[in-house]
């Protein structure tokens, strides 16, 4: 299914045809495609498997939740924002599930005498799947907190309560309402507000450890255009076809995506560390090492297929690595693709450059 899928998100047979053209009329640029397929192993980890695996350290993650006096929710996790914009995730994982805005929600982050402490931190695609699940399942302990206030303040059943953007309304008597702010006030300010049976306050900690990883997939396909006179390799079209469970944000996923599959076709083409005989560095600065520009990447066609993570909470699995991992390998395959009818052997490392395609082809 997500083979056929990302075939024809790739216009595999269009490109096959003209491709078949090129060769027919010996085209001086030819046409190779590629694909590649991977799997990974994400939301790291089960703590107790990593302990038997020999590392000293936890795979779990902590989130602490606290509505504050004037209805707005505070969410403190020991991961770390790096620009790959899970806090988004987190803001929204947390509003959804306790019924709020995702505009009430402040995400904490990095402060190591405010936040909990964090099993692994941030990386291995574990932000959203694991650190999200800890957040959801605080969120849903906070509403379970904030249930008998409301059914108190409205004089109604728990089980009759709604909650939607912040204001928590009795079912089928939308205008008897209370909102967040309201139960922040009790909890904090007004005690004579509350059920004799609660304490002042509404905080709640929670801890998630997942019991197995999760794993993302996905295909990509290349397509490159080779100058058979110059070796000139062009990326023409590329697409990814890809399956990270529960998309919590179109817009992230995507640019993750983007920004992978750039790295991975530089990976392919361009980036490499060259030294001279003593070990120096030769290219160690962005003028002598190449790097993609916009004038090299092409644009992205894009394919979401969404399988829900049976072990996470929520449904992630994590989007982190999944541009890059089979770029390099689809593009490299392309090459090899191309080269086909002048004999020339599959390469076998990266990156492939002008030199050697030259050489391949003279080779034969």
Request: glycine fraction near 12%.
């Amino acid at each position: 299914m997500a083979l056929d899928a990302g075939l024809k998100l790739a216009k595999v047979d269009e490109w096959r045809a003209e491709q078949a053209r090129r060769r027919a009329n010996n085209d001086v640029k030819q046409l190779g495609i590629g694909v590649s397929f991977w799997v990974e192993n994400t939301a790291l980890g089960p703590s107790r498997q990593m302990n038997l695996g020999g590392l000293n350290q936890g795979g779990y993650d902590i989130s602490k939740i606290r509505l504050e006096p004037n209805g707005e929710v505070t969410v403190y996790t020991g991961l770390c924002e790096m620009g790959q914009g899970f806090t988004n995730g987190l803001a929204s994982m947390c509003a959804d599930a306790l019924g709020v805005h995702v505009d009430q929600v402040v995400v904490v982050t990095g402060d190591t005498d405010a936040c909990p402490y964090t099993g692994h931190g941030t990386g291995a695609s574990r932000s959203a799947a694991v650190g999200g699940a800890a957040v959801r399942k605080a969120a849903i302990a906070l509403q379970a907190r904030i249930k008998p206030i409301a059914a108190h303040m409205l004089e109604c059943a728990e089980e009759d309560l709604r909650f939607e953007d912040g204001t928590i309304s009795v079912v089928g008597t939308p205008t008897r309402c209370v909102t967040t702010a309201d139960i922040g006030r009790a909890a904090y300010l007004r005690a004579i507000e509350l059920p004799a049976n609660i304490d002042p306050g509404l905080e709640v900690t929670e801890t998630f450890d997942p019991t197995d990883c999760a794993w993302p997939y996905g295909l990509n396909v290349a397509v490159v255009e080779i100058d058979t006179e110059t070796a000139l390799v062009k990326v023409i079209d590329y697409a990814v076809f890809h399956d990270c469970g529960t998309v919590l944000n179109p817009m992230i996923v995507e640019g993750q995506l983007h920004g992978g599959a750039a790295q991975g076709i530089a990976a392919a083409l361009m980036e490499e560390l060259l030294y001279d005989e003593d070990g120096q560095p030769m290219n160690g600065n962005f003028m002598s090492f190449l790097i993609p520009s916009a004038m090299e990447i092409p644009n992205f066609r894009l394919g979401h297929m969404t399988t829900e993570s049976p072990v996470i909470p929520g449904g992630m699995k994590g989007i982190g690595e999944a541009g890059i991992i089979g770029a390099p390998a689809a593009v490299v395959s392309a090459i090899d693709d191309a080269l086909r009818p002048f004999g020339a052997q599959p390469f076998l490392s990266t990156p492939v450059t002008p030199q050697q395609i030259f050489e391949a082809i003279t080779r034969g």
